[in-house]
C-alpha cells in the first residue's frame, strides 16, 4: 500500500513562498500521475497542477508562472514551490498519486492527508 507524507505548509505573507513536499513509501513516481489539489472552505476541490512519469506538467490558469511542480525520484518526492502568493491560495493541499495497473486495465489512487496553505499580512 502505498503512503504518502506531506510537508512545508504553514503561513505566508502575500508575496512569499512556500514549498509543499510529497514522499511516497516507495519508488513510485516514475511511472505514476502526481497531481496536487487543493480546497478552500465553500469551493470545490480543485486540480492544481500534475506531473506524468515522463516529467510533463500542467497547471491551473491562476497559478501559472507562480507555481512549479517537481520530483526527484532518488527521494520519492514531488515537490509544490509556490512563490508569489496571494490570499486566493488559501486551502488544504493534497497530494494526489495515480499508479497504473495494467492488470487491471486502470489505476490505484491514493491521497495525502492534507496539509493547510495559509496566505494573509
Known amino acids: 500500500q502505498v503512503q504518502l507524507v506531506e510537508s512545508g505548509g504553514g503561513l505566508a505573507q502575500p508575496g512569499g513562498s512556500l514549498r509543499l513536499s510529497c514522499a511516497a513509501s516507495?519508488?513510485?513516481?516514475?511511472?505514476?500521475?502526481v497531481g496536487w489539489y487543493r480546497q478552500a472552505p465553500g469551493k470545490q476541490r480543485e486540480l492544481v497542477a500534475t506531473i506524468t512519469g515522463g516529467d510533463s506538467a500542467n497547471y491551473t490558469e491562476s497559478v501559472k508562472g507562480r507555481f512549479t511542480i517537481s520530483k526527484d525520484s532518488a527521494k520519492n518526492t514531488v515537490y509544490l514551490q509556490m512563490n508569489s502568493l496571494k490570499p486566493e491560495d488559501t486551502a488544504v493541499y493534497y497530494c494526489n498519486v495515480r499508479l497504473p495497473i495494467v492488470r487491471l486495465g486502470g489505476y490505484m489512487e491514493y491521497w495525502g492527508q492534507g496539509i493547510q496553505v495559509t496566505v494573509s499580512s
Open positions: 516507495g519508488s513510485i513516481f516514475n511511472n505514476a500521475r
